[in-house]
């Protein structure tokens, strides 16, 4: 069935590979010069944006992720989501390097292994195997959720 | 298709109530005011004949029995009194509820809608008879039927159009059959062959005799949603009943199977007219739209008012950034251009905003009607008294004012007004009042409800609070200190939570949900004499004068409505102050360092210290700023569910040159500021 296609954005944080799905993604955007960062706010709170004139909160995947040695470079970028079944909910995620889109079925996602909690996020959409390469999908609502908390 | 026209019938009808809800207050106070009548009787009208048209038919029928005693009340049949009046309003919810809800499924809605018929027609037999025997006469003649009755000649000359609107003709001959005693002539030679034949036109001329006791305008009333499809005369052919009688039968087949239309002479030669016979006020054609019709409003979606306010939100945004531009690009050329944008940008954004505002009274009527049924149900006299209700204000502010408006009358009439013994124990009039007054302020709205109830106990307050736990016991508080603690959370004045106000939830979610719309509520009260609580709203809430001010490496807007003053100070009138008091022209003021707030490392000692005095609640706090950068009107942009806990910051704005300012909310910064200390 066709309903069972999904199609993802891959990216990478450091050495490992996520996806989200490519439906709820609004832009790509490059790591403006200026991120205005919003006092009294958490570490993975980076600041707001302006994209064509909104407000847009930015969020440090790689903290919540709790990575360690966090770097930028010239492929840092900043996925715009906009979780379709929510209100102003455009969020920025600050990633490593944008990846690829990837067209595939539902049900060639496995069930991601977590052995506790990955830094902050609880729960993923599910694991993809790709060229002996694990794509985890996050699960947007949960990010959004941890954002807000 | 219908759905649309059904939607649009339904809004149309939302407003009719509304006026007739308006028109209803009024006669209330104005018992005998025939105009009043009138507007009620053609609002209900409407919503009959709308009803029946669009699919109403529960409404259509509900609405015909009201329409039927208000007719009676037009006709002097019956006389207005509070009774009718407390029926019509709780009939008007009921007409609310089918609006909303089409016909009735249910059973048990049924059988509510059969007892409230049931209800209004008790109106009708009663004839609750207060004075004149004529009254009773009429009424009684009506049900015998005779000697009122005249007769008339109805010629419906409909135009082929007609049936395009989805109008029914034979549902107008119903109407008409219901006045009395009727015989329909359909006249059907225009007919075309079935070849040429459109099925959606309409042929048929009908003609129809009718003895009723109905006015003329009655039956022109049947007409009155096709007044412009049709040509249109009603003539009085006797002041008998003639329907029915050989002589008009004979008549009748003769038209038919000539195909020439009756006209009011031919009744001349009968035998049945007693009195003068001239045909009484032939009705001037109304086929022709010569009504010159202005059209002095109309209505938007509001969704679009919405568009057109974001989109001048964007202009002034980007007219900044090219302001900027002018500046540095020292070209005159550019500069005067930017200077027209500018002022033309400025009187568009005016305009924009202007149209966004609607009047506070689409709102007031609800709080009369809960104000009238309150007072009715707890047995007390109340006045309710409303000025500036013309006042216009920002739809999202007034959407969101008014639950904290309701809940603020909801505790006046509950813990403020006394019952009426009471009150003259008090050695007051019986009778309370509760005065709603809303008027501008400088760039603010104030709104005023005030009673003269029972008013508030300081004393009663205080105690509830030690006893909640919310303040110490040994705590010396001032009079509007106690008063303020009715906006904590947690403090609910009656342990018992009521129906009416309390429901759980008190003072503090109104101040919370006026502090969502910036806005400010305050209490004062006098035990004994009444409480007043004013609430202070911005105009609008997506522009602002601000203050741009610099604050470690970010940029902030204060907004100027805000600010008392600006000093710049010497460092060392600060080192002298101790406990973060600073002295400014011999008084003391309290003030916050936003570096320590926002958590940005200690500045190096400055030469000049930026203190702003920023008031709110009636108190001036200083605020100390690294720079003051100047003047700005801002457009706020919300910051998104993400940073909703973000209380200080109530909104971004970008600047000119594309950067983002935040925008402090100065009540909640020095109301942070009080919890912590």
Same mark, same amino acid.
């Given at each position: 069935?066709?309903?069972?296609?999904i199609?993802l954005?891959?990216?990478?944080?450091?050495?490992?590979t996520?996806?989200?799905?490519?439906?709820?993604v609004?832009?790509?955007?490059?790591?403006?010069?200026?991120?205005?960062s919003?006092?009294?706010?958490p570490?993975?709170?980076?600041?707001?944006i302006?994209?064509?004139?909104?407000i847009?909160?930015?969020?440090?995947?790689?903290?919540?992720?709790?990575k360690?040695?966090i770097?930028?470079g010239?492929?840092t970028?900043?996925?715009v989501?906009?979780?379709?079944?929510?209100?102003?909910?455009?969020?920025?995620?600050?990633?490593d390097?944008?990846k690829?889109?990837i067209?595939?079925?539902r049900?060639?996602?496995?069930?991601?292994?977590?052995?506790g909690?990955?830094?902050?996020?609880?729960?993923?959409?599910?694991?993809?195997?790709?060229?002996?390469?694990?794509?985890?999908?996050?699960?947007?609502?949960?990010?959004?959720?941890?954002?807000?908390? | 298709?219908?759905?649309?026209?059904?939607?649009?019938?339904v809004?149309?009808?939302?407003?009719? *109530?509304h006026?007739? %809800?308006?028109a209803?207050?009024? =006669?209330?106070?104005?018992?005998?005011?025939?105009e009043?009548?009138?507007r009620?009787f053609r609002?209900?009208h409407?919503?009959?004949?709308?009803?029946?048209? +669009?699919?109403?038919?529960?409404?259509?029928?509900?609405t015909?029995?009201?329409? #039927?005693?208000?007719?009676?009340v037009?006709?002097?049949?019956?006389?207005v009194?509070?009774?009718?009046?407390?029926? #019509? +309003?709780?009939?008007i919810?009921?007409?609310?509820? *089918? *609006?909303?809800t089409?016909?009735?499924?249910?059973?048990?809605?049924?059988?509510?809608q059969?007892?409230?018929i049931?209800?209004?027609?008790?109106?009708?037999?009663?004839?609750?008879?207060?004075s004149?025997?004529?009254?009773v006469?009429t009424?009684?003649d009506q049900?015998?039927g005779?000697?009122?009755?005249?007769? &008339?000649?109805?010629s419906f000359?409909?135009?082929?159009e007609?049936?395009?609107?989805g109008?029914?003709?034979?549902y107008?001959?119903?109407?008409?059959?219901?006045?009395?005693?009727?015989?329909?002539?359909?006249y059907?030679?225009? $007919?075309?062959?079935?070849?040429?034949?459109?099925?959606?036109?309409?042929?048929c001329?009908?003609?129809?005799?009718?003895?009723?006791?109905?006015?003329?305008?009655e039956?022109?009333?049947?007409?009155?949603?096709?007044?412009?499809?049709?040509?249109?005369?009603v003539?009085?052919i006797?002041?008998?009943?003639?329907?029915?009688?050989?002589?008009?039968?004979a008549?009748?087949?003769?038209?038919?199977s000539?195909?020439?239309?009756l006209?009011?002479d031919d009744?001349k030669?009968?035998?049945w007219?007693?009195?003068s016979?001239?045909?009484a006020?032939r009705?001037?054609k109304k086929k022709?739209?010569?009504?010159?019709?202005?059209?002095?409003s109309?209505r938007?979606?509001?969704?679009?008012?919405?568009?057109l306010?974001?989109?001048?939100?964007?202009?002034?945004?980007?007219?900044?950034?090219?302001?900027? &531009?002018?500046?540095?690009?020292?070209?005159?050329t550019?500069?005067?251009l930017?200077?027209n944008?500018q002022?033309?940008?400025?009187?568009l954004?005016e305009?924009?905003?202007?149209?966004?505002?609607?009047?506070?009274?689409?709102?007031?009527?609800?709080f009369?009607?809960?104000?009238?049924?309150?007072?009715k149900?707890?047995?007390?006299?109340?006045?309710?008294i409303?000025e500036?209700?013309?006042? %216009?204000?920002?739809k999202?502010?007034?959407?969101?004012?008014?639950?904290?408006?309701?809940?603020?009358?909801?505790?006046?009439?509950?813990?403020?007004? %006394? =019952?009426?013994?009471?009150?003259?124990?008090?050695?007051?009039?019986p009778?309370?009042?509760i005065?709603?007054?809303?008027?501008?302020?400088?760039?603010?709205?104030?709104?005023?409800?005030?009673d003269?109830?029972?008013?508030i106990?300081? %004393?009663v307050?205080?105690?509830?609070?030690?006893?909640?736990?919310?303040?110490?016991?040994?705590?010396? *508080?001032?009079?509007?200190?106690?008063?303020?603690?009715? +906006?904590?959370?947690?403090?609910?004045?009656?342990?018992?939570?009521s129906?009416?106000?309390?429901r759980?939830?008190?003072?503090?979610?109104?101040?919370?949900?006026?502090?969502?719309?910036r806005?400010? $509520?305050?209490?004062e009260?006098?035990?004994?004499?009444?409480?007043?609580?004013?609430?202070?709203?911005?105009?609008?809430?997506?522009?602002?004068?601000?203050?741009l $001010?610099?604050?470690g490496?970010?940029?902030y807007?204060?907004?100027?409505?805000?600010?008392?003053?600006?000093?710049?100070?010497?460092?060392s009138?600060?080192?002298?102050?101790?406990?973060n008091?600073?002295?400014?022209?011999?008084?003391q003021y309290? &003030?916050?360092?936003?570096?320590k707030?926002?958590?940005e490392?200690?500045?190096?000692?400055?030469?000049?210290?930026?203190?702003?005095?920023v008031?709110?609640?009636?108190?001036?706090?200083?605020?100390?700023v690294?720079?003051v950068?100047g003047?700005?009107? #801002?457009?706020?942009?919300?910051?998104?569910? &993400? =940073?909703?806990?973000?209380?200080?910051?109530?909104?971004?704005?970008i600047m000119g040159?594309?950067?983002?300012?935040?925008?402090?909310?100065?009540?909640?910064?020095?109301h942070?500021?009080?919890?912590?200390?």
């Open positions: 069935m066709e309903a069972h296609d199609t954005l891959s990216f990478q944080i450091q050495e490992d996520f996806a989200v799905d490519a439906l709820q609004d832009h790509i955007l490059e790591v403006p010069p200026v991120i205005t919003v006092p009294n706010t570490s993975f709170m980076k600041g707001v302006n994209l064509h004139g909104n847009i909160p930015v969020v440090d995947m790689r903290i919540i992720l709790d360690k040695d770097t930028n010239a492929d970028s900043i996925i989501i906009n979780p379709t079944d929510q209100q102003d909910a455009r969020l920025g995620v600050l990633v390097m944008v690829e889109v067209e595939t079925k049900e060639l996602l496995k069930e991601t292994v977590l052995e909690k990955k830094g902050m996020i609880d729960t993923f959409e599910g694991t993809l195997v790709l060229n002996d390469e694990f794509i985890h999908v996050i699960d947007l609502k949960n990010l959004t959720e941890v954002v807000v908390k | 298709m219908i759905d649309k026209f059904r939607a649009k019938f809004e149309e009808s939302m407003d009719n *109530l006026d007739l %809800e308006e209803l207050f009024l =006669l209330e106070k104005d018992m005998e005011n025939k009043l009548i009138e009620i609002a209900m409407s919503l009959k004949g709308g009803g029946a048209m +669009f699919g109403f038919n529960h409404l259509s029928d509900f015909h029995h009201l329409e #039927t005693i208000f007719d009676w037009r006709n002097g049949k019956l006389k009194s509070t009774d009718l009046i407390s029926l #019509t +309003f709780s009939a919810d009921q007409i609310n509820f *089918l *609006l909303k089409g016909d009735l499924s249910k059973e048990e809605d049924i059988q509510n059969k007892v409230f049931q209800r209004i027609q008790a109106f009708l037999t009663v004839t609750n008879s207060p004149d025997a004529a009254s006469n009424a009684s049900e015998a005779e000697s009122e009755e005249k007769s &008339y000649l109805i000359i409909p135009q082929k007609l049936l395009q609107n109008t029914n003709p034979l107008l001959l119903d109407d008409i059959h219901a006045l009395g005693d009727a015989l329909s002539i359909a059907t030679h225009k $007919v075309p062959s079935l070849e040429v034949l459109d099925a959606s036109a309409n042929y001329i009908w003609q129809v005799l009718v003895s009723t006791a109905e006015s003329i305008n039956i022109k009333d049947v007409f009155i949603f096709v007044e412009d499809e049709c040509e249109l005369h003539d009085l006797a002041e008998t009943a003639i329907v029915g009688q050989p002589e008009v039968k008549l009748v087949s003769k038209a038919l000539s195909n020439i239309l006209t009011p009744f030669k009968g035998q007219a007693p009195k016979q001239q045909p006020v009705d001037e022709v739209a010569v009504k010159e019709h202005k059209i002095s109309m938007v979606s509001s969704h679009k008012i919405d568009e306010v974001t989109l001048v939100s964007e202009l002034v945004t980007i007219q900044a950034q090219l302001s900027l &531009y002018a500046e540095n690009n020292e070209d005159p550019i500069v005067s930017t200077e944008i002022k033309l940008s400025r009187q954004r305009n924009a905003f202007d149209i966004s505002l609607i009047p506070l009274q689409s709102e007031l009527m609800r009369q009607r809960l104000v009238r049924d309150l007072s149900d707890q047995n007390k006299d109340i006045d309710f409303i500036g209700g013309d006042l %216009e204000l920002d999202n502010i007034i959407e969101n004012l008014t639950d904290p408006l309701l809940h603020i009358l909801r505790n006046s009439i509950d813990h403020g007004i %006394e =019952l009426p013994d009471e009150r003259i124990a008090a050695g007051k009039a009778k309370g009042t005065l709603f007054k809303a008027f501008h302020s400088g760039a603010n709205v104030i709104i005023e409800i005030s003269d109830g029972k008013g106990d300081p %004393e307050i205080l105690q509830k609070a030690i006893h909640k736990g919310l303040v110490e016991a040994d705590v010396q *508080l001032d009079k509007k200190e106690i008063l303020d603690l009715l +906006f904590v959370s947690g403090f609910s004045t009656r342990d018992v939570v129906d009416v106000s309390g759980g939830v008190g003072m503090d979610v109104v101040r919370r949900k006026i502090a969502n719309i806005g400010e $509520v305050t209490i009260s006098e035990k004994g004499k009444g409480t007043l609580i004013s609430i202070r709203l911005p105009l609008t809430l997506s522009i602002i004068d601000g203050l $001010v610099a604050v490496s970010n940029q807007v204060i907004p100027i409505s805000a600010i008392d003053k600006i000093y710049a100070l010497e460092p009138q600060l080192k002298q102050s101790f406990n008091v600073v002295v400014i022209d011999s008084e309290p &003030y916050i360092d936003l570096r707030v926002f958590q490392e200690e500045k190096e000692s400055a030469e000049v210290i930026q203190m702003i005095m008031k709110a609640e009636d108190k001036i706090t200083g605020v100390i690294d720079n950068i003047e700005y009107q #801002t457009v706020v942009k919300p910051l998104g569910k &993400y =940073l909703k806990k973000q209380e200080i910051i109530s909104g971004a704005s040159d594309g950067t983002i300012a935040m925008v402090i909310d100065t009540s909640r910064l020095l942070n500021r009080k919890l912590k200390k």
